[in-house]
């Protein structure tokens, strides 16, 4: 696979329009406003709630990989809140734009 002068330039075209948003959401969050602005949502719906998603399935793989140690160690509880309820909350219970 080749790549040509005309596409590199475009990825970081389509970059920078994914990851500007990120940059006004944490702005916006850094300033201490109430509301969220549509920056933030796009950065949040685009960036922010993907992540959370691959997270919580990476998460909850690395739980069930790591059942038989937990279990052992008594921690089952903690380890399923901290790699599956945690990222599960992070992606589907909070509103959009709200960090």
Known sequence: MCITTRTIPAVCLILSLIFMPCGSALAA???GREEASSESMMGD????RP???VSLVLGSALFV???P???LGGNTDEAA???V???AKF???????EF
């Not at 719906?45 to 922010?48: D, E």
């Not at 992606?91 to 734009?97: I, N």
């Open 81 to 83: 809140r901290k790699m």
């Open 65 to 67: 990989v790591s059942l």
């Open 29 to 31: 969050y850094d300033s």
């Open 91 to 97: 992606t589907f219970q909070r509103p959009l734009g």
């Open 51 to 53: 992540l959370g998603f």
């Open 69 to 71: 140690f937990s279990a």
């Open 45 to 48: 719906a685009l960036v922010a």
């Open 85 to 87: 309820v945690a990222p």
